[in-house]
């Protein structure tokens, strides 16, 4: 367990070596997928999902309201760099606004390890990150310039 907010009745852990969360990744993704309107290539297949929570690296940051998860953040990471893979919400995960607590504790605990960090969905800049680090933001800029990691960078 990560962190709890009484308050909110909000708890947030880390799992790796998830598989077995494919249902309830399913459930919150089908949720963004009706909110976002997400069709075509963009709207990635249970099978799709399920070999990537295989993936060594996967790492998913579960948010919990009274026991019953209602939102998780994906992120892959791959030596020194993190890459955002999703994140997606029960609709009291939206009234929760679980996303920022989500994101800060992705944040805090892949920090450690990672020298880049890429939240995607975002103009791509470059901010001190944890312990003097860059952390590189923006997925999205980086594939529509042809590449994940530009040189320089």
């Not at 993704?29 to 999902?49: A, D, K, P």
């Not at 996967?58 to 955002?84: C, E, I, M």
């Not at 450690?112 to 997925?139: E, I, K, Q, Y």
């Amino acid at each position: 367990m990560l962190k709890k907010a009484a308050s909110l009745e909000l708890s947030l852990e880390k799992v790796e070596g998830h598989a077995d969360l494919l249902g309830t990744w399913m459930g919150l993704y089908q949720n963004l997928v009706m909110r976002t309107h997400i069709v075509g290539i963009r709207g990635f297949s249970r099978e799709s999902f399920r070999q990537q929570l295989g993936m060594k690296g996967s790492v998913l940051f579960l948010a919990r309201y009274r026991g019953q998860v209602v939102g998780a953040d994906w992120d892959l990471q791959s030596n020194d760099k993190v890459y955002t893979q999703s994140s997606a919400y029960s609709e009291r995960g939206y009234e929760l606004s679980v996303s920022y607590p989500l994101m800060q504790a992705a944040l805090e605990h892949l920090s450690c390890t990672a020298g880049v960090m890429d939240l995607g969905g975002a103009p791509h800049f470059r901010m001190g990150g944890a312990m003097g680090r860059n952390t590189s933001v923006g997925l999205g800029h980086a594939f529509r310039h042809g590449n994940l990691v530009r040189k320089g960078h």
